[in-house]
């Protein structure tokens, strides 16, 4: 049976906040305690609370102040690397939402711009429109231009490729008067089909 998902906020109610605090500290401490052996890292766990007088210790206080004093030998830049202050946080997270408003500002101006030129190929004409709109409206056309144009190309070179492919071959006698540069042999049809591509 799955538990119930708690919703992380202040619980009022002391007893329950009490009996909350000291299941998810024991629950605490023993993620620490299987963190060091696993990884192979210096772990150490120190909790103070209005419901115990002392503070809580994982592993033993010795080992406490040694963790503690290791990080706090490291070099000032080790230390700092990864340190956010709130002012600094606050703006990655605005800077952040403002890229992801842009993005969506982005594909919905697409979708007006195509719900627009669906209107104006169903009759709608271009008259009060403003000036934004139709040269948006006229890049959007411009781009499906030219992805159909591609298109036609890359299937124009896909039927000569094949029409090549299908081309028996017949052994040339070398001695044999060709006629013209590509010889008799070449079928006219694959010809006139190649400059209709063309």
Avoid: H
């Amino acid at each position: 049976m799955s538990r119930k998902r708690v919703k992380l906020q202040w619980v009022e109610d002391n007893a329950a906040c009490k009996a909350m605090y000291k299941k998810r500290v024991k629950g605490l401490m023993k993620k620490v305690r299987e963190l060091s052996p696993l990884c192979g890292v210096d772990a150490c766990l120190i909790t103070y609370s209005q419901y115990q007088p002392e503070p809580e210790v994982w592993s033993s206080p010795t080992e406490v102040e040694q963790v503690v004093a290791s990080f706090r030998n490291l070099p000032k830049n080790d230390l700092i690397k990864k340190v956010l202050s709130q002012e600094i946080f606050i703006w990655q997270r605005i800077l952040k939402a403002g890229v992801e408003a842009m993005k969506q500002l982005m594909k919905n101006r697409k979708k007006e711009i195509e719900n627009l030129r669906t209107q104006c190929l169903g009759g709608r004409l271009l008259e009060g429109l403003e000036s934004k709109d139709v040269l948006d409206l006229k890049w959007a056309i411009d781009n499906q231009l030219e992805g159909v144009n591609k298109r036609i190309e890359n299937l124009r070179l896909d039927v000569a490729v094949d029409a090549l492919n299908n081309q028996p071959l017949t052994e040339q006698n070398p001695n044999e008067n060709l006629g013209n540069e590509l010889g008799d042999d070449v079928d006219s049809d694959f010809w006139s089909n190649l400059l209709k591509l063309s």
